[in-house]
């Protein structure tokens, strides 16, 4: 029997693409697979867990997104997964949830590799964390708040991301992770 249109559409597109349920992966593109280092019938039916570089993080891009979905049942963000073979790599991930009420519950993610945009300097667990929120605008206090650290702290973490990519502020210094202006 010959594949729609709307299948050889999913399959093909040029973004990954996948469909969820409670963080379940049921049903996912080539391109996804790919860009993660899998067979798409290996990803079928496994946690998205497999996918992130710590339970941590796992956990905690659970919590970031939940109250756009809520509230619109769309939320976008960008993020370093984990490929098959341990490497990271930069994505750019846009969520939408037919069911608002429990947006987790359904779930359609697009994922698009945006690691030739991203910088090449490492980036520990928690300076990604920090460095997360610093692009959805938490002040230090905010982001202490979240991550359970002193805002001296995130302020310390501030000042080493500064260091690191040789930039004079936090504009600067989320213009030159997204790749704006140089």
């Known amino acids: 029997m010959p594949q729609s249109l709307e299948s050889i559409a999913f399959d093909l597109a040029p973004i990954g693409l996948v469909l969820t349920e409670n963080r379940i992966i049921k049903s996912c593109n080539q391109t996804f697979a790919h860009m993660f280092g899998y067979a798409r019938e290996e990803l079928l039916d496994q946690s998205f867990r497999i996918l992130y570089p710590s339970i941590t993080e796992f956990n905690a891009i659970r919590d970031v997104g939940l109250k756009a979905l809520h509230a619109?049942?769309?939320?976008?963000?960008?993020?370093?997964?984990?490929?098959?073979?341990?490497?990271?790599?930069?994505?750019?991930?846009?969520?939408?949830?037919?069911?608002?009420?429990?947006?987790?519950?359904?779930?359609?993610?697009?994922?698009?590799?945006?690691?030739?945009?991203?910088p090449e300097v490492e980036l520990t667990p928690r300076e990604k964390q920090v460095v997360m929120r610093l692009g959805q605008g938490l002040t230090s206090k905010e982001i202490a708040r979240e991550l359970s650290l002193s805002p001296r702290t995130i302020d310390d973490y501030r000042a080493r991301l500064l260091r690191k990519f040789n930039v004079r502020n936090i504009a600067e210094l989320l213009a030159r992770i997204i790749g704006v202006g140089g």
């Not at 997964?81 to 991930?93: A, E, K, N, P, Q």
């Not at 987790?104 to 994922?111: E, G, V």
């Open 72 to 118: 619109t049942g769309r939320y976008s963000d960008e993020r370093i997964m984990h490929r098959r073979d341990g490497t990271m790599f930069w994505t750019r991930v846009r969520v939408a949830t037919p069911t608002k009420k429990n947006p987790l519950s359904r779930a359609i993610l697009s994922f698009a590799d945006i690691s030739g945009q991203r």
